[in-house]
Every structure is written in C-alpha cells, then in structure tokens.
C-alpha cells in the first residue's frame, strides 16, 4: 500500500476564514510533506516534518501553520489567505532509510482563495 | 538553490512511438526519481533510482542514472494515448540526518499528436 490520502479533495475559502487541510498515511514512513503546485509549475516545497518535528519550513508565510499530531497524520492550517495562494496544495511520505527516499504523494487538495 | 533542466519542456506524441526526456543537474543527487502526474491528481512515481549508472524498468518504462550523479532520462516504449500527462524528475538530497529534500525539474508535458 502506498496511499496518502488528502482531505478534502477541493476547498473554496475567502480571505477571512480559518480552514485546514489535512493528510494521512499508514505506511511507517517517518518523513512528511506539504507541497504547493501552481498551474503547469513544478511542485514547490513548504515544510518538512521528520519524525514529527518540523526539520524544513522553506520561508513559508505564518498565514500556513503545519502541524503534525503523530507520524500517521499532518494538517496544514489555513488562516487570511490571500487570492494568488490558490493552487493545489500536496502532500507527501516517505521512508527517509538507508536509500529509501522515495517520496509518495497523496491526490491534492484544490484550494481557491476568494 | 539546486535547480534542475528537464527537457524537452513539451513532446508531442503518437501511438506506438518511444519518447525520451531527461534532466540535467549542476548538482549531485543521492537519489533520482520520476513521476506521471494527470490533471488535477498528484504525481504518481513511476521509477527510483539509487545508484549511478543503475538502469532500471518499469513496463514499458526504462529510466536511467547518469554515471556523473548529475543526470537521468527516461524512456517510454511503444507510447499509447494514457501516457499522455506531465512527468517530472527529480532529485533527493540529504539536508541533514534523515530529513532530504526533493528538487523537481521543470516537467515534460507529453501530448497527442492531432
């Protein structure tokens, strides 16, 4: 099984609600990430969460908090949004042993900021 | 920061053609990886790779891992209309003990010939 689940799948907000997007696994990986994707961009790196510590925050803005209640799950809390934050927001496990490093990605959530 | 070459950026296909596209680094990684990604979907690995020179398939999928550390391609074989999609590479590195970090390539975005 190599299934990271997002929930929800898509999520519309305005700039003044508090919102969270949250992610599972049940695979043992120690290492957990969220990634914010623009349109036919890349996927960008926000956090990084390693053995449910943040090890990476990659100058993310305070309006995104992460946080990771135990090595199974990872929420990613949403408040004052702004519009241009609209994009699919990823996230991803992996092992992080020996050579095990390859990242697993669960389906996204689509976030639109109004 | 690390920043990776994928090429071609576009590739238009048709039935039965073997494509290639590969990614260039200034930099060296532990660990190269490639995904498919559908719209609207995460990207789903296709092949890891751990070791320079390790050639490594999957189906009709053969991806490579430069010799250098530098650089991988990979190849689809006998194309068929659900390969059409985006494929990123990308690249592991460790930041610090048991925390790495992937860097993507720019994404090759395969289409249908019309």
């Known amino acids: ?114 | 920061g690390q920043q990776l070459n994928q090429s071609p950026q576009s590739m238009f296909i048709q039935e039965g053609e073997d494509v290639s596209m590969n990614c260039t680094s200034s930099s060296i990684f532990n660990t190269w990886l490639w995904y498919k990604q559908d719209p609207g979907e995460g990207p789903v690995l296709l092949i890891a790779l751990y070791k320079a020179g390790e050639l490594t398939s999957n189906g009709r999928l053969t991806a490579q891992f430069g010799t250098t550390r530098k650089d991988s391609f990979l190849n689809i074989s006998a194309s068929i209309p659900s390969d059409v999609g985006i494929y990123f590479c990308a690249g592991v590195s460790m930041i610090k003990a048991a925390v790495n970090k992937l860097t993507f390539g720019g994404g090759t975005r395969v289409l249908v010939k019309p």
Not at chain 1, 5 to 14: D, E, F, I, R, S
Not at chain 1, 60 to 82: D, G, I, K, M, T
Not at chain 1, 89 to 111: I, K, N, P, V
């Open chain 1, 1 to 114: 099984d190599t299934e990271v689940t997002q929930t929800p799948k898509h999520l519309v907000m305005g700039m003044t609600n508090k919102k969270s997007l949250k992610c599972e696994q049940h695979m043992g990986h120690r290492a957990m990430y969220w990634y914010k994707q623009k349109a036919k961009k890349p996927p960008e790196l926000m956090f990084v969460y390693s053995y449910e510590k943040l090890s990476i925050n990659e100058s993310v803005p305070s309006r995104f908090s992460p946080e990771c209640p135990n090595s199974s799950l990872l929420n990613l809390h949403l408040h004052a949004l702004q519009p241009e934050d609209s994009a699919l927001y990823l996230c991803a496990s992996s092992q992080d042993r020996g050579l095990r490093t390859e990242a697993f990605f669960g389906q996204g959530t689509r976030l639109t900021v109004v």
